[in-house]
């Protein structure tokens, strides 16, 4: 078999599942999880032919996927994967080029700049700053971070980078009670340790209370946020970003996915006021639906984040232009801003706009069809994020248990202020009126599964 057959097999195995992905469950079977079992096998010695590695893969472990790309997972925050992404993260995978440095992947370092720029306009954030294409915002944040660290230690006469952080001045962070896991998860990594954080309380859909704002300084950073993962309540920017400002401390937003609100002309006034804080994180892999993973890490100064970023050795032969690893905790990488690039090209400035618009409009759809059976919602429905409860807390995780089992979507669990809630994250291109209308008939007959269940 050839290289091209073996591409060939991988793609005609793809397109099948592709072709599949409407009619199958969204959870995996159990049987089909249980079959994953056919990989624990040892190492064997002899090599085995990739077409026999790939069919494995493919009987073995497609079965066992979660159906996310199929427009009916509401899980998490996960976008589906646009055609043009999919297919571009193919091609990236074969050209299998590492942009460390320019001179290693000249084509993964321009597209990679054009991709941050678009981002950086579509955002709505000042020109000239300066990006990092990474996993995720979790690594997005963390990223963004360090830049903060460095540039208020600088400040404080304290060079973090070659000293550490033993003996450094005291930094203060500030975050909302929502914050996000991730971002604490960034600071630990940061050595700022998740519990010395200062929490402020935060109003019902999540916001932080401005109003309850401890006093700023030149040596805190404010954390605000963009998008609220249960809610998607957007924190108050710029009444915040002004006191930081004026403080001289740094404000950093996580928003992971709410900042691209920022890119569709109806909603982009939820997004006022975050241009004005000093960092920012946001996914690629979620609304716009780039293919995972893309987190991107964005900086008012770009010689901070480089700062913070930057190795030099004397083999990196460094140029005069953007050298992509001088902005990003890693050195080698994936060429992912491609598929990025990829997503964003195809969709263009207006399929951006349709497709967070869409995803609002079938959220608001399942807000008014469970309202109209006779459920709760505990949110504001300000964005693509809905929280419903099925009344006490042991039906509602019944309930959740029971969709979830069911297969005809997927939505998970959580906490909201003290309530237990299901929460519909409609993050994916590929949802349609239809599969609002199964997934509400799924949920309402998980609930009279769940009832009659009780009552026998
Ligand atoms: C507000 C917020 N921040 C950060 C993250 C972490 O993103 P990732 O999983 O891409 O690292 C999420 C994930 O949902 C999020 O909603």
């Known amino acids: 078999m050839t290289d091209a057959d073996l591409l060939t097999d ?21 049987d089909d999880v249980g079959a994953l079992c056919a990989f624990d096998a040892p190492l064997q010695n002899q090599p085995i032919a990739p077409r026999d590695v790939l069919a494995q893969l493919d009987s073995a472990g497609s079965p066992a996927t979660v159906t996310t790309t199929g427009g009916r997972y509401f899980g998490f925050v996960n976008g589906g994967a646009v055609p043009a992404s999919l297919a571009a993260s ?34 709505g954030l000042p020109a000239g700053c300066g990006g990092a294409i990474v996993t995720g915002a979790t690594m997005a944040n963390m ?16 060079d973090v980078e070659r000293q550490g952080l033993f003996g450094a001045p005291p930094l203060t962070v500030v975050v909302g009670d929502e914050v996000h896991v991730s971002l604490l998860k960034a600071l630990t990594l940061l050595g700022l340790g998740r519990e010395r954080v200062h929490r402020v309380p935060v109003d019902g859909q999540g916001r932080l209370r401005a109003d309850a704002l401890p006093t700023l300084d030149e040596r805190t950073i404010v954390c605000l946020q963009a998008g609220n993962v249960n809610s998607g309540a957007f924190d108050p920017a710029r009444e915040i970003c002004q006191r930081g400002r004026a403080a001289g401390a740094w404000t950093h937003v996580d928003g992971a996915f709410g900042l691209w609100a920022a890119a569709s002309p109806r909603l982009r006034h939820l997004t006022d006021g975050f241009a004005d804080a000093d960092s920012w994180s946001t996914d690629g ?12 890490a964005m900086v008012r100064d770009p010689l901070q984040l480089r700062s913070a970023m930057t190795a030099t050795a004397a083999y990196f032969a460094p140029t005069d232009r953007r050298e992509p690893s001088q902005f990003t905790p890693e050195m080698s990488r994936r060429a992912r801003g491609v598929e990025l690039w990829a997503a964003l090209r195809s969709l263009g400035r ?25 459920y709760e919602i505990l949110n504001d429905v300000v964005i693509n994020q809905v929280l419903v409860s099925f009344g006490p807390p042991a039906v509602t995780l019944a309930v959740i248990e029971r969709i979830q089992r069911d297969g005809v979507c997927w ?15 409609v ?14 008939d799924a949920m309402q007959s998980a609930f009279e599964g769940c009832r009659a269940g009780a009552e026998a």
């Open 350 to 374: 207006d399929g951006l706009a349709d497709l967070i618009d869409r995803t609002c409009r079938h959220a608001q759809a399942f807000a008014e069809g469970l309202r109209a059976r006779g």
């Open 10 to 30: 991988a793609a005609a195995r793809a397109a099948a599942y592709l072709g599949g992905v409407r009619a199958r469950r969204v959870e995996p079977s159990s």
């Open 411 to 425: 939505c998970g669990g959580t906490s909201w202020q003290g309530r237990t809630a299901m929460r519909i994250s």
């Open 143 to 158: 990223t963004a971070l360090a830049a903060a660290r460095h540039s208020l230690l600088v400040r404080a006469g304290w």
């Open 285 to 296: 892999h979620k609304w716009p639906n780039a293919v995972y993973d893309c987190g991107i």
């Open 90 to 123: 193919w091609l990236v995978s074969t050209w299998d080029q590492n942009v460390a440095l320019r001179v290693m992947s000249p084509v993964g370092a321009a597209i990679e700049d054009v991709v941050l720029e678009w981002t950086r306009d579509l955002l």
């Open 427 to 440: 993050s994916s291109w590929a949802t349609t009126d239809e599969d609002v209308a199964l997934s509400l």
